[in-house]
């Protein structure tokens, strides 16, 4: 069989980089020359949970790169590279080349969060020296500032990622546990969740909209999953859920 008449992706297989996949503890090596399928079946078997697709997301190898698919109908994923400076948003029926040495991929469906991870040993990219340099200090490539309280919810609502031990699958917490986790009253949680995602909607971050002037009903964990991959909050966050300050400050402050 010559180059000209090969099926996509088996012409180029021999310059086909090692590409593996960690879930859960668990490692998995991906074929080149077939689709690799991650989802409730295939694969790479996530869960039973029925609100993930059977066949969620897709790797493939072709035009002598990886590609990460969405194969799905409703769920979307966030892929965040580069130590977080690089992040997309992957809907339904799009697909995106892998070109960075690690990617974390991140999920909701229903009531669970799952975070998973894709490796190489050569990727055609690289962060800059002045990137690593920000992502690994005090500074954030992203140009957003948030005020103390407005971090305290995304904290809450992030708490089980940020103590989570390495990457796998965690619960997310609903508005009134989040309200309690902090001691506010449910209107002063959900004021303070519309004015975070309206500021990052601004910004030009996606999935927090269902429509014109309508805030999407799964904001929460698109949220959640913008916040942890970009470094908005990190572990290093989490004594802000307990800040007594914080907690007894007036529900009148200004946004």
Sequence with gaps: MNSDTAPAGVANAAEAKPLRLEFAGEWYEVPVGKPFIIGREGDVEIDDNPYLHRHFLELQHRDGLWWLANVGVRLAATISSAGGAVQSWLSPGARMPLVFERSVIVFTAGPFTYELSLHTDEA???VSRHVEVSMSGETTVMPASFTAMQKQLIVALAEPMLRRE?????ELPSSSVAAE????????????????????????????????????????????????TSHVVTRADLPLLDDEVLRKQSDSDAE
């Design 124 to 126: 055609p990219y690289d």
């Design 166 to 170: 390495g990457v796998s699958m965690n």
């Design 181 to 228: 986790r902090l001691g506010w009253t449910m209107s002063k949680f959900n004021r303070k969740l519309d004015n975070v995602c309206d500021k990052l909607d601004r910004m030009g971050v996606q999935g927090l909209r269902g429509g014109p002037g309508k805030l999407a009903t799964n904001r929460r964990a698109r949220l959640v999953e913008y916040a942890v």
